[in-house]
């Protein structure tokens, strides 16, 4: 077996700060009222919801299969606090697929095959990636759509468990959120200390990355229009909150970096480190 490193230093505090908040706040599905009566009843309704539901049960196991292979990744480089944080990111993962597993259970119906569904799985297959800055990037498109999907079903309130789902889902997308901005502030500090020029291609790599994996979130939306219609969701507004957010963090974290390395700002506040997610941008 290969040891990466016998001590680790854990200086990095922010990192540290995320990760204690992460193992006070684990939930399960079990502390769920599963019992809750059903409101979504209808057959039409239910199919519906099958269709919907699909790529949010697809999104959260593939990002339990790349946050799992990151892990070894990050204690390669050393980056023992980012390697810590990423085993609760894996655990919220696990969490959120036997939750929409069970929902699933719950209306009677089972999500889209892949064959049915290529834009979802075109979609995950852009985001994997082994450097973590530019999974970070990819997964950053994926974290605040989900972000804003919960969103929806807790304002159109369908069903007293899915509304459930969501809001604990939420206090976990946050914490990714705030996760990601802390790793890209510090993997840019580090990039404009060193070497300036290549700080500005790397931050040039992630936008395209970032816009890459968005131009496949229409077509995921093509596949379910008329259910999303159905249900009371606005998708061209959708995507264009999805979009600004996602573009908005990715350039907060780069330009906070910059303004680090170049002596203009303290890196954030290790006690607002588990808050970075809930931020407006």
């Not at 020029?197 to 992630?206: K, P, Q, V, Y």
């Not at 009371?232 to 959708?238: F, I, N, Q």
Request: proline share 3%; with cysteine.
């Amino acid at each position: 077996m290969k040891i990466y490193k016998v001590l680790p230093d854990l200086k990095k505090k922010k990192h540290l700060a995320i990760w204690h908040k992460a193992l006070r706040s684990q939930w399960s599905a079990e502390d769920l009222n599963w019992s809750a009566p059903q409101r979504i009843t209808k057959d039409k309704l239910k199919d519906q919801m099958a269709t919907i539901l699909t790529p949010i049960l697809m999104g959260e196991q593939a990002a339990l299969y790349s946050v799992s292979g990151l892990i070894p990744k990050l204690g390669a480089t050393c980056e023992v606090e980012s390697q810590f944080y990423l085993t609760t990111w894996a655990v919220d993962e696990a969490r959120h697929t036997e939750l929409f597993a069970r929902y699933y259970q719950r209306i009677d119906r089972e999500p889209m095959s892949i064959r049915r569904y290529p834009a979802g799985y075109l979609f995950q297959s852009a985001i994997v990636s082994e450097d973590a800055a530019e999974w970070l990037a990819g997964v950053l498109v994926s974290e605040v759509l989900a972000k804003s999907v919960m969103e929806e079903f807790r304002r159109v309130d369908l069903d007293p468990v899915l509304s459930e789902i969501a809001h604990g889902i939420l206090e976990d997308e946050a914490r990714h959120l705030g996760f990601n901005h802390i790793y890209l502030e510090d993997r840019f500090a580090t990039m404009f200390r060193e070497a300036a020029a290549e700080g500005r291609t790397f931050s040039e790599h992630l936008h395209k990355r970032l816009q890459a994996v968005l131009a496949l979130v229409n077509p995921i939306f093509d596949r379910m229009d008329a259910e999303m219609k159905a249900i009371g969701v606005d998708r061209v507004e959708l995507y264009e909150k999805v979009a600004k957010e996602a573009r908005q963090r990715l350039e907060k974290s780069i330009a906070c970096g910059e303004k680090v390395a170049l002596g203009k700002a303290l890196a954030g506040d290790p006690a607002e480190a588990a808050a970075i997610g809930r931020q407006t941008v």
